[in-house]
């Protein structure tokens, strides 16, 4: 079957940008291509390590106790001082100037907020920019569709500074090498540790449990949330044959897996780690354990790795990550075939994800007339930055994001966004795309192609007929043209 370039473009990438489909070579040698090379990420390069940023967080939130504290003793001393300076206020006296706020450390903690939430809109403008201009797109929708796999959400305060970091520092450098590999990237990584409690997660047994035990002090426990994820959404998936006893041993297997505390950051000073992980052994669960079957002996934090290296092999994980990967490319309900053919693929070369996506891009199911995908609102705006020749306003497009029911990386949940059409087109969101894409229309700039050659350039001839061809033509003007295009069903759909 031949592959047609439009489709590789629209339905595997991020839609085509002018100029995109004129490359040589048909849709499936295009999509190959990028796989078998490295995209270049100029638009990361200067951006701080999360073990640079949770140095500035610490030291932000010290300022922001030392702040505390120098208003809680100015409110002290002026409560002791009332009596005195109201009877000089009555006499006529100015007010004493409030000396516990907007002191030193107040200011200090503000301009480390100011900088950590210009470090956050920095990630964002660099990830928008690079799916709009990227000359790979399909390794960026692989990348995209990871980062939602291993959902964390901003919307968890100590999450917030470390979503993006995590795509970039777990994800990227692992979405053409082997799955064991990015999987033990993110479980490690603070955002994840973060956002599902394993950073403070602590073994029954463990020396802090007993220690605590002794002095009669209250303290956490076991905290089986991100062993429960790690079974259910980011390998074997909810049906792979795990057991509540699976859960609560995996979770003890990564006891001590956690990212860098206050005392550890200042003992950094200004130097930054390597990494924001931590393993520490004080919390860790010893002794062996025994997950799906298998035993492990006791092993500090190479316990875990061990149990993860299995799962990453587990049939029942590649069975998983492949219907997800085809649902995401090919359709809502992928083919029993196609998804059987990649998760052969994967087990045969033993978890590496370009095989997975080799078997999906080499099989005819996957360039069916029948296979189309509805856009998410990011795939939406995305695809019309890269359609109109867009600059990237990063805040816009965030705030836009937000209010088409995708804020950036903000799921509702750690599964992730939805991804099926009927996630995605109910009549309110379908109203609010026609008014994105008049909003996004109006920014083309007006002295580039007009609409009808710039649909033709993007979506390809076959998708440019009809009524839609003899709109694109009429348009009273090119605002109103290009919001005909974004808008289109031929535009909406990945077909």
Known sequence: MSASKATAANRFGLGARPGELERSGDGREILLAQLARSPAHSEFQGLPSSAATMLLEHKQLAASREARAQRKSAAGAM???????MAAQA????????????????????????????????EYAARFSHAAHTDAPF??????????????????????????PMEREAIRPHVLGRFQDMLLAVETHPAMLRYLDNAISIGDDSAV?????????????????????ILELHTLGVDGGYRQDDVIELARAITGWSALNSNEAQDYGDRAPGSGFVFRARTHEPGARRVLGRDYAEGGV???????????RHPSTARHLSFKLARHFVADQPPKALVERMAQAYLREAGDLRAMYRAMVESDAAWSADACKFKTPNDFVISALRAGELTVDARALTGLLSRLGQPVFTPRSPAGFADTAADWSSPDGLWKRIQAAQMLAARVDGRGAAPYPRALAVLGESAVQGDFAIGLRRAGSASEGHALLFASPAFQWRA
């Open 302 to 312: 190479e316990q875990g790795r061990a149990v993860l290296a299995d799962l990453a």
């Open 79 to 85: 409560s002791a001082d009332a009596a005195p300076a």
């Open 209 to 229: 449990a007993q220690r605590a035990a002794q002095l009669r002090r209250e303290r956490r426990g076991l905290n089986e949330n991100l062993a429960r994820e």
């Open 91 to 122: 006499a006529g006296a100015e007010p004493a100037a409030d000396s516990g706020r907007d002191g030193p450390a107040d200011r200090r903690s503000a301009a480390l907020r100011r900088e950590l939430r210009e470090q956050q809109s920095r």
């Open 139 to 164: 390794v960026e929708r692989l990348v995209q569709f990871w980062s939602n796999h291993f959902a964390v959400s901003v919307d968890k305060g100590d999450t917030r500074l470390y979503a993006a």
